[in-house]
């Protein structure tokens, strides 16, 4: 009775494991992988001057297939974060796909002094798309893409 026990509590502790796979690690939409950017690379700093915590450049304007660097410059770090309800019908899942390091949907990796993350705009729907900084937020570190044919 005693090894029937411990031997179910073995084949509980493999399963939740990973032994068993569920539909969630299924790949879809908003878990596949972006395609390649095949156009320009645009710059965008991620700064601190004074006390002001910004993009720069705050706005720009690119094409479907473009690719965006954005680069740690000064300041504490930074990270990208585009607000759901302000990217065109669909991005979603493509721009949290076009960002394989982030940290959650539609967010990046944290970015410090010297390093920087890239967002590839292959395949986008054209449309503006609305980002900030989380940890700056609350000091305006807000900007927009837009994304044109």
Sequence with gaps: M?????????????AACGGAKTDAAK??????AAPAATGATHVINMVMEGT???????EIAIKVGDKVVF????????????????????????LTAAMPDGTAPLSSKMVTDGD?????FAGMPVGDYKM????????????????AQ
Aim: net charge positive; aromatic share 8%.
């Design 27 to 32: 790949p879809d939409s908003t878990t596949a």
């Design 132 to 147: 900030y900084c989380l940890p700056h937020l609350a000091m305006g570190m807000k900007g927009k893409i837009t994304v």
């Design 52 to 58: 002001a915590y910004r993009f720069v450049p705050a």
């Design 2 to 14: 005693r090894v029937t026990a411990m031997v179910a509590g073995v084949a509980m502790v493999l």
């Design 71 to 94: 680069k740690g410059v000064s300041g504490a770090a930074h990270n990208i974060v585009f607000w759901k309800d302000s990217v065109p019908a669909g991005a979603d899942g493509l």
């Design 116 to 120: 920087s993350t890239v967002v590839s």
